[in-house]
């Protein structure tokens, strides 16, 4: 014969058998739903008068002596940790007795196990047992949600609103962003409806305006707005969305006006007055923008990105000065430090105070974003200095028990070197690094680089065809030794196999489609020659591919276009010496 339990009696047993021991530190933040169950002390013992009495028969209600064992079984698991275990025993528990009691411990198993469906069927298990309780679909809500099945997370949500309770339909907007805008049409549809049904419930008709925008289907979005600014008083959110429409109408103007006077009716919100801030530095407007950073920083003087802001704006309206003490503020702070340094180094640049900006620019750590950007400078800039030995020992300590770090300063310094026109310094570089690191191809390629500066395409042929024999598919080494045998020797059908393999591993390469393009020049193929070169010009337009393009126009008998390609090209590049040198050439035949 089954014993019966009520509900109290049923959770008072549990914690004597568990002797009061409690899961929540296994629990956590992770459940859902937690109450709180004190331990009665005059419950906890028998007296021995009690203990030497006779069972009373007890009418204990709906649940049986198995299921109380089963929830017993379930919170020992979880006290050993096998909360799956617990939560597959209570959804089964849940669902034989209906106690609402147990499908909340239910659902906390499944949310901290994340099972979703388990969410899903006790969701819809708590709302039958409790139909006026708007918990359940404030729940279920959330996991269709998750689900992306949005038509049935709308439902439960306007449910939650119909049961009085309150949940904000902007989460609703949030995941929408990706539909497609068929899929997103039956939602704006419900979405009306609710709004005709809440008219007071602001987040709905906010949810509304926001499908709306992403449907891009702006002019309705503002109408709504229109009417949601009639019902309500304005707030920084309907500005800050006023603003968002507008400029998905491509209008900047607009959304400036919105804004503008946004700040002033808000002038303490901050979100606000950034995002006007933002809006301003787009349309070019840094003046004004750099005044409302000013105004951030003055309210929240300890927010320091914004004071980032605007020594990066200091520097667009070149008032360096001001640039200067902000980055160093940051860097007495410790805030931004690696970037303020490399921003120092690049306007003491700027103002050819070289040894300054050596000193700025070695100050940027290894592993941030401009490290190898500002070694590079700093390197050359010693380097032009005269402090040769200075640049190789500061590299050589960074990079200390780092080869790869080695190999690329050692590229970066010789080609510092060959700038500098300190060519033997830089070939005993390379050959000592290639001493080490015998056949390494980045070493190579710089080798190649130092013999194309004084013109000994032998060596440069010879390194290139190394790189080849072990890299056959580097598409670099390959563009490099078929342009060089198209552009300084006769071997046009040689040079043409190498970029058309070149082009075949990297065939959107605009470098590689100007080098095919030349050697078909070479080769007198001119209409294909032509073809290529506006492709590499429409995806690079460089002053070499301008020169090449104009000089195949020029053959074809094209003089006034290719004027044209050459004189627009020196706006651009006024020094171009290769626009030049075939200008001059060109016209003298």
């Known amino acids: 014969m089954h014993s019966f339990l009520t509900s109290e009696r049923f959770t008072r047993l549990i914690l004597r058998l568990l002797a009061v021991v409690s899961i929540g530190a296994t629990l956590g933040a992770c459940a859902t739903v937690s109450e709180t169950v004190e331990v009665l002390p005059a419950e906890a013992e028998l007296t021995s008068t009690e203990a030497q009495q006779e069972p009373e028969e007890i009418a204990y209600g709906t649940f049986t002596e198995e299921q109380l ?3 017993i079984i379930s919170e020992l698991a979880a006290k050993r940790g096998e909360l799956e275990a617990a939560g597959e025993n209570y959804f089964d528990l849940a669902f034989d007795t209906r106690d609402l009691g147990v499908v909340k411990r239910a659902v906390q198993f499944a949310s901290i196990n994340n099972d979703l469906n388990a969410l899903l069927q006790l969701g819809l298990l708590w709302a039958g047992i409790s139909p006026q309780d708007p918990q359940p679909h404030l729940m279920l809500s959330f996991q269709f949600l998750e689900n992306g099945t949005f038509d049935q997370a709308l439902s439960h949500m306007a449910r939650v609103i ?8 902007s989460t609703l907007a949030a995941r929408t962003g990706r539909l497609s805008p068929a899929a997103r049409v039956g939602l704006i549809d419900n979405l009306r409806q609710l709004v005709r049904e809440f008219p007071a419930h602001e987040s709905i008709h906010i949810t509304l305006i926001q499908m709306l925008g992403q449907n891009r289907e702006a002019e309705a979005a503002l109408d709504e707005l229109d009417l949601l600014k009639n019902r309500i008083e304005l707030t920084p959110a309907i500005v800050l969305l006023e603003a968002q429409l507008q400029q998905n109408l491509d ?8 804004l503008r006077s946004g700040v002033r009716k808000f002038k303490t919100d901050s979100s606000l007055r950034l995002t006007y801030a933002r809006l301003l530095i787009q349309n070019d407007e840094f003046a004004d923008a750099r005044e409302q950073f000013e105004i951030l920083v003055e309210q929240n003087p300890q927010d320091w990105e914004i004071y980032y802001s605007v020594a990066l704006l200091d520097m667009e309206m070149d008032d360096d000065d001001s640039a200067i003490r902000r980055f160093t503020r940051l860097i007495e702070v410790d805030q931004r430090v690696d970037e303020s340094q490399y921003y120092l180094g690049l306007i003491y640049e700027q103002h050819e105070q070289l040894a300054k900006a050596v000193e700025h620019y070695r100050q940027v750590r290894i592993g941030t974003n401009n490290f190898l950007a500002a070694q590079q400078q700093a390197t050359r800039f010693s380097i032009q200095l005269g402090e040769l030995e200075d640049a190789h020992s500061w590299l050589s300590g960074l990079a200390r028990g780092q080869p790869r770090l080695e190999i690329m300063f050692v590229t970066i310094e010789s080609n510092a070197l060959i700038q500098a026109d300190y ?4 070939l005993a570089l390379l050959n000592r690094a290639l001493n080490k690191y ?3 191809t980045d070493l190579l390629f710089a080798r190649v680089l130092y013999n194309d ?3 000994d395409s032998a060596g440069s042929e010879r390194d290139l065809r190394q790189i080849i024999r072990m890299l056959p598919e580097d598409s670099r080494a390959l563009n490099h030794l078929g342009y060089m045998l198209a552009d300084q020797t006769t071997r046009f059908e040689e040079a043409l196999e190498l970029l058309e393999l070149a082009i075949s591993i990297s065939p959107d390469d605009p470098a590689i489609i100007d080098s095919v393009a030349w050697v078909q020049y070479k080769l007198g193929r001119y209409g294909e020659a032509l073809s290529n070169l506006r492709r590499a010009f429409a995806a690079f337009p460089d002053h070499e591919v301008a020169s090449h393009l104009g000089e195949v126009l020029w053959v074809m008998g094209r003089e006034d276009e ?3 390609v050459w004189q627009d090209a020196l706006e651009t590049t006024p020094d171009s010496e290769l626009i030049k040198e075939a200008m001059e050439r060109l016209q003298q035949r």
Do not use: C, H, K, M
């Open 423 to 426: 060519s033997d310094e830089a």
């Open 453 to 455: 500066s004084i013109q």
């Open 251 to 258: 209008r900047p103007d607009a959304a400036l006006r919105a």
């Open 562 to 564: 290719a004027v044209r």
């Open 438 to 440: 015998p056949n390494e």
């Open 162 to 169: 119909d049961l009085g309770g309150s949940i904000d339909f």
């Open 69 to 71: 064992y089963q929830a």
